[in-house]
């Protein structure tokens, strides 16, 4: 017997507990499949505070922000398979699932694609040199850390400054670490400025701005490593190579959206966020199939991931219960300062108001956000700065979609 | 002190092959490896070809030991279930170069290969990727890919479960000749044997010296990788080379037997050991691949890697000691080691056991392993059922689950270390690199060895992964 239900929501991290709670909302018969054994996604590992001050309006660590929705979705009449990983996804959206307790074929009426990212490696970037013990993502070192009680090491640097580094960086010399050095490649940081203030600048640790790695040494524990500053075209100038010594370098140099699953579908994907391309309901280019949270574009805050998950939840019941129509869209595109701007299509004729999220390229100051539709100025606002760390939102009236929408600065 | 018949030394692919072949025979015999580990030398960061042997100079041991090695590997890999792809090579050449490409069309004929030559239209309906301003190129269809390193991994299994024994960190000190038998001392105890054979790779000519046998001088020359996310395996047909030069083989093009594309090896001298990897490499990496193949996707890269072949002279060294007694040798093996290694064994095995009876009731076949990647949902409810570790995926990436982790920790020799464990069923091979699966994999080692969390090691003596409990981090 094929089970069926109207949403399955694929991972149980914040973006799936928060679309599966607003899918049930909406009436739904609701599955959530999550591969590790409890809830929760990586919020688990991040013991740190400065969640949920937007959602909630108070500051929680990851672990009570998870443990909010992980109440709800337990005491709500909502399926959880834990330990249970989604092999397949068909377009028809048959969802093949492997657990503990067997190999099972689940039909859905609608899926949430809530998988998150995963961490650029020290591989993916071709780090040069000797490949010894002692190279770890930020995350892996943060799991040992927080949720196994190892330090991976005494002497550290940390190769870029996204969020999960400058975190670590924090965590580290909290446990009695020595952070030496963060190394970023841009002239920018790409974590949130809070973290660069409460977890380097306030424990003087010094970033170097538009460094990179050479070389490591030693093998077969790391035993130090070379850097340099880049030139504008971010090679190395290796004239100007300095060595420090260290038993560990963490990376922390992208997230990367984790779309495996998606391999034999045909959904447009963006080339820009490695998420799909979705609508404003965070539908994808498959009806039926939804998307949110960092497996769609990698987020600041979990508060956003949250309420984008609640508007993919709501959206899929809706789509499973056959209570949408669908209708022409406009193309949202991004140019001149703008990296990607999210969704990427709006529906036509809707009313109210609708939230496009954005990321810079670069940090600017003193800019105009403009929004443009067939030429018109249908949206502006001037900012004092903007840094691609930051996600930014600007809201929309939908009476003023008639056509494609241009996102830039000025 | 154990008397054994055999001692080989050296656990890449050539000694594991040749404790293999002798472990037939009704002979106690026992392999010293210095690492963590079989084939983590040469052996595991090679190009993992298994060539036809048109390129070795003919009447070369290289040739001889090539073309019949790739005879043998064929049906070793299949008795060994190792992945393995007889998926041909092409040496590709543009228009200015059809001379080389008929040079080593005759060079094949002389080696007893089968090589054909083929126009353009030929060879791009075989490898359409190929760049624009190819012309011609060498096809031969007996060459192929094999996972270098599971074939070591899978004879030293074979070898154990036919008796033989493989004592691992346990690095040669010193070789003596006393009573007409040989006393081998290591870092942890000492042994005798009737005969040793070298097959110490990198220290071959090192241990050669403690033996008083034969001196050699060694170069020795590295070839960077880069490692593609298994995505780009659909582009590669076939393995391709560039016409060869004084270097070597030349940059390829290849697919891996594990799923993957490389692209390398560079070609510079080097120091013993020294598989860093360097941006200079990285870059003629870059600049050479786009000669032959049209969309290099670097971007695509999810590791890089480097190992050095050990040359003595032009041609392996392959033989009894002519100065010492009881002592044999297979070192300066360089390329094509990898597809020489069966041959070399077969040799090694006539020359030191010819006469010596055939076991009884020996293993030859390895039982075929199941792995989750490749089960459909029927089979893997029955597995389930019998073991629940079936249903939980430990690697997401490469699908490995946590039964075929456990098996390879207790397999004939044990994979204890977190790249052992790799190496055996690829979890952590993929694209998150271990950044999601291996404190799974540490804890699953931990449970089923018995060690705590800071003794599980990436590799080798001394790559500890996490060096401290929070508790107990100290102040200095």
């Known amino acids: ?410 | 002190m154990k008397t054994y018949d055999c001692i080989v030394i050296g656990g890449g692919v050539v000694g594991t092959a040749v404790l293999d072949r002798l472990a037939f025979h009704d002979l106690a015999t026992l392999l010293l490896e210095k690492d963590d580990d079989v084939s983590v030398g040469a052996s595991r960061a090679n190009s993992g070809i298994v060539h036809a042997g048109y390129d070795c100079k003919p009447g070369t041991l290289k040739a001889k030991f090539n073309v019949r090695g790739n005879h043998l590997m064929w049906s070793l890999v299949d008795d060994l279930d190792v992945p393995h792809l007889k998926c041909g090579s092409l040496v590709v050449a543009d228009k200015d170069n059809k001379a080389g490409i008929d040079e080593l069309y005759d060079k094949g004929v002389k080696n007893g290969v089968e090589v054909e030559v083929w126009d353009k239209q030929k060879t791009m309906s075989f490898e359409p990727n190929l760049s624009d301003n190819i012309e011609w190129s060498l096809y031969a269809k007996e060459a192929g890919i094999v996972s270098p390193y599971q074939l070591a991994i899978a004879l030293a299994d074979r070898a154990v479960l036919n008796g033989a024994e493989i004592h691992l960190e346990e690095g040669v000190t010193a070789l003596e000749r006393k009573d007409g038998l040989w006393v081998v001392t290591t870092e942890k105890s000492q042994y005798l044997a009737k005969t040793v054979v070298n097959c110490a790779g990198a220290y071959g000519a090192d241990v050669n010296d403690l033996a008083g046998a034969e001196h050699y001088e060694t170069s020795f020359r590295k070839g960077e990788y880069y490692v593609l996310d298994n995505t780009e395996r659909q582009n590669v047909e076939t393995v391709i080379f560039p016409l060869p030069t004084k270097a070597g083989k030349g940059i390829l093009v290849a697919p891996t037997a594990d799923g993957n594309v490389i692209y390398g090896p560079t070609s510079h001298l080097c120091d013993l050991d020294d598989t860093s990897v360097t941006l200079d490499g990285l870059q003629d990496i870059r600049s050479n691949v786009a000669k032959t193949y049209k969309n290099p996707v670097v971007r695509k890269c999810i590791r890089t890697y480097a190992g050095v072949r050990t040359i003595i002279g032009d041609d392996f060294v392959i033989g009894e000691s002519k100065v010492v007694d009881d002592f044999y040798m297979a070192i300066g093996i360089c390329s094509p080691g990898l597809s020489s290694a069966p041959a070399i064994a077969e040799h090694l095995e006539n020359l030191i056991a010819g006469d010596v009876a055939l076991k009884d009731n020996v293993v030859t076949r390895l039982p075929r392993a199941k792995r989750l990647s490749e089960l459909d949902g029927d089979e893997l409810n029955t597995l389930i059922k019998e073991d629940e570790a079936w249903g939980r995926i430990v690697c997401r990436c490469e699908k490995v689950s946590e039964a075929e982790i456990v098996k390879a920790i207790h397999s004939p020799l044990p994979a204890v270390t977190v790249d052992a464990v790799k190496r055996r069923v690829r979890a952590g091979m993929g694209r998150c690199q271990g950044g999601f699966c291996a404190t799974r994999v540490m804890e699953i080692i931990s449970r089923e060895t018995g060690k705590d969390i800071t003794e599980i090691r990436k590799g080798k003596k001394g790559s500890n992964i996490a060096l401290y409990s929070v508790k107990e981090v100290p102040n200095d």
């Open chain 1, 1 to 410: 017997m094929i089970k069926k239900y109207d949403v399955v929501v694929i991972g149980g991290g914040p973006a799936g507990m928060a679309a599966a709670l607003s899918a049930l909302k909406k009436g739904a018969k609701v599955l959530v499949v999550e591969r590790d054994v409890r809830l929760g996604g990586i919020l688990n590992q991040c013991i740190h505070n400065g969640f949920g001050l937007h959602y909630f309006g108070e500051e929680l660590t990851g672990p009570e922000y998870a443990d909010r929705f992980v109440k709800l979705v337990e005491s709500e009449d909502i399926d959880v398979m834990l330990e249970s990983m989604v092999l397949r996804l068909t377009p028809d959206k048959k969802v093949e699932i492997l657990s503990p307790e067997g190999y099972i074929t689940v039909e859905a009426g609608a899926v949430v694609l809530a998988m998150g990212c995963r961490e650029r490696t020290a591989g993916a970037i071709a780090v040069p040199g000797t490949r010894p013990a002692g190279v770890y993502t930020a995350g892996m070192a943060q799991k040992l850390c927080n949720m196994k009680g190892y330090l991976v090491g005494k002497k550290v640097v940390i190769l870029g400054s996204g969020d999960i580094g400058l975190i670590m960086a924090r965590r580290m010399t909290l446990e009695g670490a020595k952070v030496e050095l963060v190394l970023e490649l841009m002239p920018y940081s790409s974590g949130l400025k809070r973290n660069i203030v409460q977890c380097l600048n306030d424990f003087d640790i010094p970033i170097k701005y538009a460094h990179t790695i050479t070389r490591l040494e030693g093998s077969p524990r790391l035993t130090g490593l070379y850097y340099a500053p880049v030139d504008e075209n971010r090679n190395p100038i290796l004239e100007k190579e300095e060595y420090v010594s260290c038993d560990t370098l963490l990376l922390s140099v992208g997230l990367i959206p984790e779309n495996d699953l998606l391999s034999g579908m045909d959904v447009e994907m963006s080339p820009i966020t490695s998420g799909a391309v979705v609508d404003e309901n965070r539908m994808t280019s498959i009806p039926g199939v939804f998307s949110c949270g960092n497996v769609l574009h990698v987020h600041d805050l979990v508060d956003n991931v949250s309420r984008e998950a609640e508007i993919a939840g709501g959206a899929a019941a809706d789509y499973a219960l056959g209570n949408v129509t669908a209708g022409d869209t406009v193309s949202v595109r991004a140019t001149d300062g703008v990296r990607y701007a999210l969704p990427q299509r709006i529906t036509k004729g809707g009313e109210g108001k609708v939230d496009v999220f954005f990321r810079t390229v670069d940090v600017y100051t003193k800019k105009r956000i403009v929004v443009e539709v067939d030429g018109n100025e249908i949206y502006s606002r001037k900012t004092m700065i903007l840094a691609p760390g930051e996600m930014e939102k600007i809201t929309l009236a939908r009476q003023d979609l008639v056509g494609d929408v241009i996102v830039r600065l000025k």
